[in-house]
């Protein structure tokens, strides 16, 4: 690791550019990181974020540019490269290997090895805790990773950054899967690292999270620098400003439905075994019912159940959409009763990445679109562009794959696989997670305009300003249980907050 000047940044990209064939990305982007500071990196889906973090990780090699350490020229030109000099960068989609043990992990492609190349496996585990203990996380080296939640192996990724001496820790989107306590926890790490010395790259669309821990703040907008900043020099109304390139206005317009209207979605006595118990609500025509929980209140258990997700053994109750009940059996039964489901897992459960935009776009309704079982590419091609532009899906053409958009724009599609569907009933679970300030307005506007249309919503969000914003009424969930339920003026996030954690007096 290339041991830096202390008046000198940890490392400074210079004039960084990265073309991909004729596209320009980056564009003369500068970037640093101090010794002791969280340096947020914002910018909406496709401002080049990732780009520039897998130039600094060695993923990619910048076109122009130059990136410097302790004053020096280095390149990275690999991620192995750039974790020798001291450079660690822990990715959305964590890149851990599951079948493995946490202290095999932590060690993953630096092993402790002795005599014939054989791996210390006691001297790596007591290392392996010692390292844990340090960090003030308790988790067992022993344990096998698949078996831990999510927010553990976030820390895993964190404690093998540590364990190859990083100085420089990227951090993109960490909390995006972690619940309230396991945010807490992230947050007092990151103290700890900046006590420690180590520069924290630190990428969020949470506008929260960034007024909590930032020390600066640079904007990247269609892959250039347009500002940066300490952080008390750069509010959310100039930062979001700079990331989309206009006044934003009201952040959550929501259309609160006049007047009362028949329930749409009515479900009596619900039930998934163990996960949700007993669960009564009704959602009106045009109305959104927002749900508030803790991780494992049962919130998108009950929303799985209700599109069938568990077949029909292991649910019970009555639902019924129209006041015509129907019986919840799978999937296809579900759609068919007018019940379209947005998984809160785009790239696991609501895309098929490799496949195109149209496909996506299309793969819920195809039955209808495509009589007699014969495809028809025409019709699917001009539903898919109906919908995307009415979503405005950002793409070079509709046969691109999937995977290749922002993560703002796969989400317009995964809905728009549903849209197609026509449905009555939209369950969203957690429709905004993971995309920017931009695509979050968006997708608040078309909900407006879904409602509208007397589509009735309910919604899961673990942002409690979107929850609070968005949702007519509330009912909170905890341990598979309604615990209570607020009306759009009685709902404030201590009440639900109280309700989330059992306590419904």
Known sequence: MVNADPDQPLVRMRGISKRFGPVMVLEGVDFDVR??????????????????????????????????????????GSPLGANRLGISVIYQELSLVPGMTVADNIFLGRPMTGAGGLVRDREQRERARRLLEKLGIAIDVEE???????????????????????????????????????????????????????????????????????????????????????????????????????ELGEQFPRHVPEGTAEARLR?????????????????????????GGLQGSGASELLLGLFGAYGGKRVSGKVRVDGEEFAVRGPRQSREAGVALLTNDRKGTGLVLPMSVTGNATLAALERLSPGGWRRPRAERETTREY??????????????????????????????????GPRVLLLDEPTRGIDIGAKRDIYQLMNEWTRSGIAIVLITSEMPELLAMSDRIMVMHRGEVTGEFSRGEATADKILKAAMGDNR
């Open 35 to 76: 010794s002791g500071e969280v340096h947020i990196l914002a910018g909406e889906n496709g401002a080049g974020k990732s780009t520039l973090i897998k130039i600094l990780g060695g993923v990619h090699e910048a076109s122009e540019g130059v990136i410097e350490m302790g004053g020096l020229a280095v390149k990275p």
């Open 144 to 246: 096998v990773v698949e078996r831990l939640p999510i927010a553990q192996q976030q820390m895993v990724e964190i404690a093998k950054a540590l364990a190859r001496e990083a100085r420089v820790i990227v951090m993109d989107e960490p909390t995006s899967s972690l619940a309230a306590p396991d945010v807490r926890k992230l947050f007092e790490l990151i103290a700890g690292l900046k006590k420690s010395g180590c520069g924290i790259v630190y990428i969020s669309h949470k506008m929260e999270e960034i007024e909590q821990i930032a020390d600066r703040i640079t904007v990247l907008r269609d892959g250039k620098l347009v500002g940066s900043a300490v952080a008390a020099e750069m509010p959310v109304e100039k930062l979001i400003r700079l990331m989309v390139g206009r």
């Open 267 to 291: 479900v009596e006595g619900f039930s998934t075994g163990r996960a949700v118990k007993n669960v009564s609500f009704a959602v009106k025509r045009g109305e959104i019912l927002g749900i």
């Open 388 to 421: 995307a532009t009415a979503l405005r899906v950002k793409a070079a053409d509709y046969d691109v794959e999937v995977g290749s958009l922002s993560g703002g724009n796969q989400q317009k599609v995964a809905i728009a696989k549903w849209l197609a569907t």
